[in-house]
């Protein structure tokens, strides 16, 4: 039993410790701007993008991923019924004002279609893949006092606040270009497609909903 553990270590101190000495770790940070696509969700907002990659090999690695971003407002227009018909009038039409911030946590593959993480000569050009958590919350204020034992008003979106979850598949492209020793520049496009639509009754549109694209641009800095 003892002779097995110890070839297991020397095993992995003779493939694993080369592997680890070769890995290349750096951070990004950067600003983004987010448009929501979603049809009758459409809202811009601003956020923050925190980044960190380990890199095996100077091609590919694997990125952590954590954006936060600020509320983004958007109105609802909707229409209480009379349970009644004798009751007058028999629609009632307001305005939900919601607002919707969202949170992802991401981990996926960075692969650089041109140059690497460490060419420092020349830009790079960089594709993403990953698969991420979204996490939501949804607060909605009606214009209108609706009388409840008059009117009924819609399953959706309830007034007040709730939270929900999203898988997402995120997919992006990136452009950098070498600042100063190490450092780099760069602005990314990409996309949160949701893949899961657990319903919520905070959001009036759950189907493929929250659609966030985001722009961004920071640092990336090798450590």
Partial sequence: MLKKIFFTVISLQFFLFPALSQLRVDFATDLSIL???????????FGQDLKFHFFPVVKDGIYFSACYFSDGKFKDHLTAT??????????IQF?????????IM?????????????AEESWNLYSIAGFGLMFGRATNEYS???DTSLYTLPAQPVNGEGHFKRLTLDLGLGY???????????AEARVSIPTSEYPSKYLAVNNNAPFPGMLSAGLRMIF
């Fill in 35 to 45: 448009r929501n696509f979603a049809p009758g969700q459409q809202f811009w907002a």
């Fill in 82 to 91: 009379a349970k009644s018909p004798t009751t007058i009038p028999q629609e």
């Fill in 95 to 103: 305005v939900n004002h919601a607002r919707l911030r969202m949170k």
């Fill in 106 to 118: 991401t981990i996926g593959w960075k692969h650089f279609i041109k140059g690497n993480n460490e």
């Fill in 144 to 146: 209108t006092f609706v």
């Fill in 176 to 186: 950098e270009y070498p600042l100063v020793y190490e450092i780099f520049i760069y």
